[in-house]
T-cell receptor
Framework: ETGVTQTPRHLVMGMTNKKSLKCEQHLGHNAMYWYKQSAKKPLELMFVYSLEERVENNSVPSRFSPECPNSSHLFLHLHTLQPEDSALYLC?????????????FGAGTRLSVL | TQLLEQSPQFLSIQEGENLTVYCNSSSVFSSLQWYRQEPGEGPVLLVTVVTGGEVKKLKRLTFQFGDARKDSSLHITAAQTGDTGLYLCAGATTSGTYKYIFGTGTRLKVLA
């Protein structure tokens, strides 16, 4: 148990569906992250929030929409996804957003887009 | 573009053998982290190295940060089946921004 909880653990959706991934951290951290993990590719940083403000957006398509209502919760809203978006989506948190801080990862949401 | 290349990509060894995994880059990092990820789970931090030339030991695992802070290695002595997993290195940029660059990963399987 890392203190970072992601739901759902598995999600299957069609290309026209709208769904959301949820992440909650119980560590009192101020920074939260979304990563995409695909087979045979390094972890890709998607979004970073620090104190509920988005501070990094790595050219992610607009069909992925993050939301951080408070420092403990992070959402990733999905709509009109493509099959190539199928991957493991990982959430992480750290004390603050500075490089070098320890990141604690959730178990991930395995997403399949049909 | 900063890249971290790990080698080997895949490694299958017998229990009791030793192994070394490498993490190389042409970029300098302010610190470097090693993670292990098991199937169905997220990465779990093993160690953080900060100083060039630093060596850290975690039981049978020895981590080294290169003198120039561009590369790192992970050595496992007398591997056990519980060491099986995906090993990831991650470098923190020196710019003070919010980026962690992850390596390509080494998938280790230790056979009984």
């Amino acid at each position: 148990e890392t203190g970072v909880t992601q739901t759902p653990r598995h999600l299957v959706m069609g290309m026209t569906n709208k769904k959301s991934l949820k992440c909650e951290q119980h560590l009192g951290h101020n920074a939260m992250y979304w990563y995409k993990q695909s087979a045979k590719k390094p972890l890709e940083l998607m979004f970073v929030y620090s104190l509920e403000e988005r501070v990094e957006n790595n050219s992610v398509p607009s069909r992925f929409s993050p939301e951080c209502p408070n420092s403990s919760h992070l959402f990733l809203h999905l709509h009109t996804l493509q099959p190539e978006d199928s991957a493991l989506y990982l959430c992480a948190s750290s004390q603050d957003g500075r490089g070098g801080n320890i990141q604690y990862f959730g178990a991930g949401t395995r997403l399949s887009v049909l | 573009t900063q890249l971290l290349e790990q080698s080997p990509q895949f490694l299958s060894i017998q229990e009791g053998e030793n192994l070394t995994v490498y993490c190389n880059s042409s970029s300098v990092f302010s610190s470097l982290q090693w993670y292990r990820q098991e199937p169905g789970e997220g990465p779990v931090l093993l160690v953080t190295v900060v100083t060039g030339g630093e060596v850290k030991k975690l039981k049978r695992l020895t981590f080294q940060f290169g003198d120039a802070r561009k590369d790192s290695s992970l050595h496992i002595t007398a591997a056990q089946t519980g060491d099986t997993g995906l090993y990831l290195c991650a470098g923190a940029t020196t710019s003070g921004t919010y980026k962690y660059i992850f390596g390509t990963g080494t998938r280790l399987k230790v056979l009984a």
